[in-house]
């Protein structure tokens, strides 16, 4: 397949734009399912020019720029549910911490943290099925003190919502909120037994129904097959996710997926290209696992993405801020700032 053309279709623009040197800047469609899956099943030697045409997208739509977001583990272990992949299940045997939510303070400082290190967006993250009404009560109070204190966006991660409970996080200032399908319709029974995959889709709705922007992604290596995979793409597409994160598992040991394989880097960034053109103008970020499965191929990532966690993720370190800003720099990219974010 000639993959810049079908960046070039993607964007909208036609054969003729690529020979005068720049891509139309029309806003464009999308790769259909049979070339998503194409991408993902494209050989080896194919990958350069599969993260070329990607990069032809993600330069028109954001730039060289690479936009950092900081996780706050603000609630930990003490879950209820039984997502087959996390250490912090009632099913997870893992090393885990477990801990109640932070006070205010505590998530207002790890936001000033956050800001200090260049992050546009600080995701506060709990680990529970729903927020309760007190838990919910202390993530608007500090979300509307970081609104006051800083310049970040805020993000919220609290389990599934409903629509009075998104409009609540409207009002508090929070910007987006986070809950991510992780796989298809089909493969979804096989990671989770206690919430459904439509449970999930209803927050998501919700969410996007209060006005909130919606951060919705994958967890990619869970024995998913390809065509799960283009399902799952296609789906964010169809929930209009603003933001898409696309984790690699990093399998804990004690949870019920400790013994799958990590994906290949080959195979990572031909799954991140695939995201890209299927929701072109969408943030792409590669989240966690990005270390693990793509080792010294990850500059590569940001062809497709344009946005990373930076400083560690919820229960395990990433390869750290001064790292991620070596390999932003190396690669020719720049951090986004937060007035373009
Ligand atoms: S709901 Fe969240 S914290 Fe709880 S087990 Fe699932 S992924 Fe982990």
Redesign the pocket.
Known sequence: MNWMALAERVLGGGPSSRRSGALSCREGGSATRAEALAVLMAPAEELLALLEAAFAVRRHYFGLGVSLHVIRNAKS?L?????A????????AAAAPRYELQPVEEILQGALEAQALKAVRYCI?????APQEEELNTVCAAAEQIKRATSLQVCT?L??VDAAQARRLKLAGVDRFNH?L?TSERFYPSI?Q??SYSDRLATARAVKAAGVELCCGALMGLGETPEDRVDLAFALREVEADSIPVNFLDPRPGTAFEHRPRLAAAEALRILVMFRLVNPSRELRVAGGREVCLGPLQALALYPANSIFTNGY?TTPGQGHAADLAMIEAAGFQVTDVTQA
């Open positions: 272990g879950c209820t549910e039984d997502c992949y996390c250490s912090q299940s009632a099913k997870s993250v709990t680990s529970s099925r991660s389990g599934l991510n992780e989770c206690t919430h919820l």
